[in-house]
């Protein structure tokens, strides 16, 4: 195991253990992690679900936003920075059982800001979910 990936999986450790918005991502498991890049796989589930039955946006979101911040976390100084914006194109729906992976770079990290790409996929990448991008500012 990188250092990266320990370091990633420390977060959401500490995360889960708490009651803040990011205990979300507890069934989400790192899959590697360093030189800019974080991917990572889950299972959908009910608790990821719409009312529609798949996987919701919002949830959506939320990867790309944790996701890409774990791989600019894993470059540079290590920080984490602070979301400028994020834009999501959602391209078809994820059903439950299936296997979604979540794969992050970063495209760039200057000296105050930092963006990022990442994909939604499953069926081993074959079908694009959804794809997203995020700027962030480094202090």
């Not at 959602?90 to 800001?113: N, Q």
Request: glycine fraction near 10%; proline fraction near 2%; charge should be positive.
């Amino acid at each position: 195991m990188t250092r990266g990936v320990e370091l990633i999986k420390s977060i959401i450790e500490r995360m889960c253990q708490t009651n803040s918005f990011g205990k979300c991502m507890k069934n989400v498991k790192i899959l590697s992690a360093g030189d800019g890049k974080c991917k990572a796989e889950f299972t959908v589930s009910d608790e990821h679900l719409n009312l529609g039955g798949t996987l919701h946006g919002g949830f959506t979101a939320t990867l790309i936003d944790c996701i890409s911040t774990y791989a600019l976390m894993t470059c540079g100084t290590g920080a984490p920075g602070v979301s400028v914006n994020i834009n999501v194109a959602y391209m078809k729906p994820a059903f439950p059982g299936e296997l979604v992976t979540v794969d992050a770079k970063t495209i760039r990290a200057g000296r105050t800001l930092a963006y990022l790409a990442v994909d939604l996929t499953k069926n081993n990448g074959k079908d694009i979910i959804a794809n997203g991008q995020h700027t962030k500012f480094i202090a």
